[in-house]
Nanobody, 115 residues
């Protein structure tokens, strides 16, 4: 098992930036995929971005060009750099790890973007 703890959320104005962190309880170098998801009030959880073990990344169309996912294996941490934030980015952001047929989620961090 791996425990995941997200941090870095907060209240910002539209156009500003935030960097989310997802700290893992053990090495992430063996994780096949690390994802970020988000869930807005009254909506289903949606996938935002992933990074795999080799560093390849992919993004949802809604965040492409504004968000960047990265990983620091030495710190067992995955980041989500969010720029040009919009009110529609308001959500609880969750980190997810996938390895060897298993997966686990963090508890989430709230991001609120005011207009």
């Amino acid at each position: 098992q791996v425990q995941l703890v997200e941090s870095g959320g907060g209240l910002v104005q539209a156009g500003e930036s935030l960097r989310l962190s997802c700290a893992a309880s053990r090495s992430i170098s063996s994780m096949n995929i690390m994802d970020w998801y988000r869930q807005a009030p009254g909506k289903q959880r949606e996938w935002v971005a992933f990074i795999n073990y080799s560093g390849s990344t992919a993004y949802a169309d809604s965040v492409k060009g504004r968000f960047t996912i990265s990983r620091d294996n030495a710190k067992n941490t995955v980041y989500l750099q969010m720029s040009s934030l919009k009110p529609e980015d308001t959500a609880v952001y969750y980190c997810k790890a996938d390895w060897g047929g298993f997966s686990n989620w963090g508890q989430g961090t709230q991001v609120t973007v005011s207009s």
